[in-house]
DNA sequence: GTGAAAGCGCTAACAC
DNA sequence: GTGTTAGCGCTTTCAC
């Protein structure tokens, strides 16, 4: 590997001091322009390149935000994180920020993962996905005063930067739809239960039952872990139910399309002999003609970014908290339901 | 925010030299037992952690690789990329490696990213994905000998480590398969054609037309751009030709789901009114019963990053290529074709 | 075994 | 306008 360029190498190149080089090189103050000139000259033929290392040294910033992924499990696949890190990595593009990633499932890891990132000041600022209700990291995070902003709330007592979306009405809303179609016997498969928006979704579900006078029957909640076979796993225990269920609300698309894939194998028709709804309106959910709740994952993980490097840059305080409704798409996977 | 805890802070707290205490923390040369627990419970007092910067501005080495997703158009969205940050994150929190990421589309900016990872000395590493004939960031990369990997070849004459898949073979069995099935009408949506893997996937194709002895016809052959959308653009194409073809291969998955939704809503059904098939086998193509090539990205991507790590870590300088065989899967979406 | 001194490459305070 | 000096926080000779 060639040698090096340098401040320095300039300098002994051009035979002006470090400063100097380093003062015409951003535009800093004055500087002479043939001075000026002929260094930059000089940093393009020696082909300079500033170190980023350095600069993040001394300037004590490092123009990077980090993002730890939650992993459950190995090969995760989840096209709600493609999303986000899109949203996130186009609105850095913006503001010459970088992204620093790393996956790492939650439990002990976790937590360390994190504070490599804060206290070893490896990035300025963090954004927190999949809120938990008493999430260690949003704990660890305020407690450190460290800038963050997080996609989705928490039920902890701290006051913080977040954009969520409005679970609780949401599922209210495709609750009911499913009840004015005429069901009865409607499932629902929940995130991990110590995820937030597991307690707001399933509010709403509870809600739309209690609102049309229909008994909330906990054997209809099984719990899911967010993945297509979670949501296959979930769906056989509750077709094989004495008395299934007519429809079935998944908590997020990947799981509602594990359930058709389930009901596609015992040759069941979605949204004739069941009925099947989730959250989120993922890039396949509209081939299989799911009903779904769209959540704009990529603008809000834009909007996040926004938000996260505003606080950096501007040194802000105050929180901003966000909370977006879902739009109900109705698509064919509801239905009227069988007479039975 | 409180303040930092350095080196320093423990020196003077423990009335021992920064270098001393360097050294009992990094488990480095002698030092006296008792001198070291006491560095270490002052340490862990205080809340010591290391300032990453500093080190890897000392060390000359940074422990994290680089990748700059290539992105086509806002909002991508290919299950492609979120196995490969999977893959790469788990494989690098193997070596306490990060991964730095951007977003970028192929252009100018995109080496001005490159240089900002390389030349800013960000990354000790870098993964080049969806290679390219002429691929400028391989022959940048190549011209500062900095370490990185491929996924995919180039026609570059320069020597470098990659994993490929091959495509030639993996297409030349997949038309073969149609071609068994009774197809001879089979059409093609290509990839850009500057993506190296479009020329192999095209020549596989056309050779197992040439040796069925099957008249090779250009209009066949679409040009996409590996989306959904691109998909369904060139089968509207195929489609309303005045002779169109009984099977489309689509060169990946993506734009193969494509097809399939547009074949949906013009009411012909996969597999039997058209024969559809692609590559990748990506989460949601064994819903559409989608007969494909697999490839492991998941796996290619760990393979990748250990490569990588290893270039760095041992300063190995010999290069090394790998030629994977994709796995034809065979499901529901390529049938025999109506007689007409 | 421990410390003093130098230096990674850069920016910033202060002189002149 | 430009140079000198100091320092970001760490590791690494080289003395003692």
Redesign the pocket.
């Known amino acids: 590997m060639s040698q ?1 360029v ?3 190498t300039i300098a002994q190149y051009t035979g ?5 080089v ?2 015409a ?2 535009n ?5 322009n043939d ?1 000026r000139e002929k260094i930059s000259a000089a940093a393009n033929e020696l082909g300079y390149y ?2 980023q290392t ?2 993040q ?4 910033r490092t123009d990077t935000i980090g993002l730890i992924l939650p992993t459950y499990g190995p090969r995760f696949n989840d096209p709600y994180f493609s999303e986000l890190i899109a949203g996130i990595g186009d609105e850095l593009a913006l503001y010459n920020f970088d992204l620093l990633l790393s996956t790492r499932a939650p439990g002990v890891n976790e937590i360390a993962a994190y504070r490599h990132m804060v206290e070893g000041r490896r990035v300025d600022g963090l954004v927190v996905v999949r809120t938990r209700k008493q999430d260690p990291r949003i704990a660890y995070l305020s407690r450190s005063s460290f800038p963050f902003v997080a996609f989705g709330r928490s039920d902890l007592d701290i006051d913080f930067s977040y954009i969520d979306e409005d679970g609780e009405t949401g599922f209210l809303q495709l609750t009911q739809h499913l009840i004015s179609l005429g069901h009865c016997k409607i499932a629902f498969i929940s995130p991990p239960m110590n995820l937030v928006f597991a307690n707001y979704r399933l509010r709403g579900y509870r809600l739309a039952l209690e609102k049309a006078n229909i008994t909330y029957k906990p054997v209809y909640v099984i719990p899911g872990d967010l993945t297509r076979r979670g949501g296959e796993r979930a769906t056989r225990k509750l077709l094989a139910m004495e008395d299934p269920p007519t429809a079935i609300i998944a908590a997020n698309d990947l799981m509602a399309l594990g359930a058709i894939s389930v009901l596609n194998e015992l040759g069941l028709i979605v949204g004739k002999d069941v009925s099947i709804a989730g959250f989120d309106d993922i890039p396949p959910s509209d081939m299989f003609s799911l009903t779904t709740l769209r959540q704009p994952i990529y603008d809000i993980a834009r909007q996040l970014s926004a938000m996260l490097v505003n606080m950096i840059l501007n040194g802000t305080i105050e929180k901003k908290q966000i909370l977006l409704k879902p739009k109900l798409i109705i698509r064919n996977s509801t239905g009227v339901p069988l007479i039975s």
Not at 16 to 20: A, N
């Open positions: 090096r340098t401040l320095k002006l001091s470090v400063t100097t380093s003062r090189l951003t800093y103050s004055d500087v002479a001075t500033p170190n350095a600069r040294l001394q300037k004590q």
